[in-house]
């Protein structure tokens, strides 16, 4: 009875929690890790299952966890800013912000909430739920784009993006023998987006006739859909090491009607397919290191991965033609079945992460993140609109245990703002010549679990 209560308690947060959950970003579109202790490691949990977040990372990590339940908060900073010129080359003598326009992301701080929950059916399968999200977001208060100016849009209209993926992986591990376990989740998940200030664009020979009216500023739209995710976990040498391994289909979404004019195939944004592979060794009986290796194939989705304007000479793009102006090179719109995209690259991450138990009441944690930006820089006139060009992570974390039914975890992410720059194209062959884009993040997490 109070287990059920208690099961169906997390499933109310996790749907309240979907509604209220902001867009962020970390390794591309994807969070480095989910919950505080994976995000105090780096991200990595492929083959080291802590929690029942770990289900979001391989299924078959929960596997014998246990009746538990962990609740997670998180505060999530990512200052992002813009700058862009309308001239093929960089000012002469101009930095940073010396380009024609400039802007500031406002609403920095999001609040991150996340619930998970395990129960060992019996000795063989374990049974478990959690609630994660990913997503992107800028708002600019000044629309750069609009400076040239462009018709139907002014300097002083507010410019943005807003994407938010919530996922909620229902998870069956089941434990093969004393060493090996496999795990299966089904990913039912919801999309929440909404563009505003792109008008500008309306003046470059990129949007189709029946979609010149579905790109920008319809409000928020949602989509839903499911995908998969299995694995797997091996123990060897007395449980010193742990081999882990995962694949997630690619999400397959329904299309954003109201944005059927700006992303492929008429408003399709899938959430790609990724796998991962997991190492976790126990040096001494108190220290566990962890090393996980994860592949995002962005390139399955082409809303993600075609290209997009381009904005760097003698490098493939797309540049895009004004009226009168350049010559429209490759004629892909947006929305078409095969049109633009944000272009970027497959990314591959690699996860670090170390825990050492200082004593039976305490728990530390250091982890470092890398992959390389998956934003080529001839393509970074939309990527001012989502720019998750960050690639080094540096975290820590502990846990502290209150008694042998409940602990509290802290984890914290620093990310050093890195910035990317490219200039090139004339205004005439694009929607500007010269883009800057800079991004930093912080993030700190509290978790609090019970077992039972």
Not at 15 to 29: D, E, I, K, W, Y
Request: charged share 15%; net charge positive.
């Amino acid at each position: 009875m109070i287990k059920n209560l208690l099961a169906k308690s997390v499933l109310s947060a996790a749907v309240v929690a979907a509604f209220t959950l902001p867009a962020h970003a970390t390794n591309g579109m994807f969070m480095v890790g989910y919950g505080a202790k994976s995000i105090g490691m780096g991200g990595a949990g492929v083959a080291y299952g802590q929690d029942s977040f770990a289900a979001a990372a391989n299924p078959a990590g929960i596997s014998r966890m246990g009746f538990r339940i962990d609740g997670n908060l998180g505060l999530f900073n990512a200052p992002r800013s813009a700058a862009v010129g309308y001239d093929a080359g960089l000012p002469a003598g101009k930095s940073d912000y010396g380009f024609d326009q400039s802007s500031h992301s406002l609403n920095n701080l999001f609040p991150v909430p996340g619930v998970g929950a395990t129960m060992d059916f019996d000795d063989k399968l374990t049974l478990g739920m959690a609630m994660v999200g990913a997503g992107m977001n800028t708002t600019y208060d000044h629309n750069f784009y609009a400076g040239n100016p462009y018709p139907g849009a002014s300097y002083s209209d507010k410019l943005g993006v807003d994407l938010i993926q919530v996922m909620m992986p229902m998870t069956a591990a089941y434990q093969v023998d004393e060493h090996n376990a496999v795990g299966l989740s089904i990913v039912p998940a919801v999309q929440y987006f909404k563009a505003y200030g792109l008008q500008a664009f309306n003046f470059f020979n990129i949007t189709t006739p029946q979609g010149k009216d579905y790109f920008t500023n319809k409000g928020r739209d949602e989509a839903h859909g499911a995908g998969a995710r299995v694995g797997w976990v091996g123990k060897y040498f007395d449980n010193r090491l742990t081999l882990g391994a995962t694949y997630a289909s690619k999400i397959y979404m329904s299309k954003f009607k109201r944005y059927k004019g700006l992303f492929a195939q008429g408003g399709s944004l899938d959430i790609p397919a990724n796998w991962a592979i997991g190492i976790a060794f126990k040096p001494t009986e108190k220290t566990t290191v962890t090393l996980d290796r994860e592949y995002i194939k962005y390139a399955g989705v082409k809303s993600i991965h075609n290209p997009g304007p381009g904005n760097q000479a003698g490098v493939q793009g797309i540049p895009v033609s004004a009226p009168g102006g350049g010559q429209f090179i490759k004629d892909l719109k947006l929305g078409e079945v095969n049109g633009m995209g944000f272009g970027w690259n497959s990314q591959t991450v690699y996860k670090f992460g170390v825990d050492y138990k200082y004593n039976n009441d305490w728990t530390l944690r250091a982890g470092y993140n890398y992959g390389r930006s998956p934003i080529p820089d001839n393509q970074l006139t939309f990527a001012a609109l989502a720019p998750a060009i960050v690639e080094k992570h540096y975290s820590l974390g502990f846990t502290y245990t209150i008694d042998p039914t409940s602990e509290f975890t802290f984890g914290y992410m620093y990310v050093p703002a890195r910035r990317q720059t490219a200039c090139g194209v004339p205004a005439d062959q694009n929607v500007v010549g010269c883009v800057s884009v800079k991004m930093g993040q912080n993030d700190i997490e509290f978790g609090y679990s019970l077992k039972f």
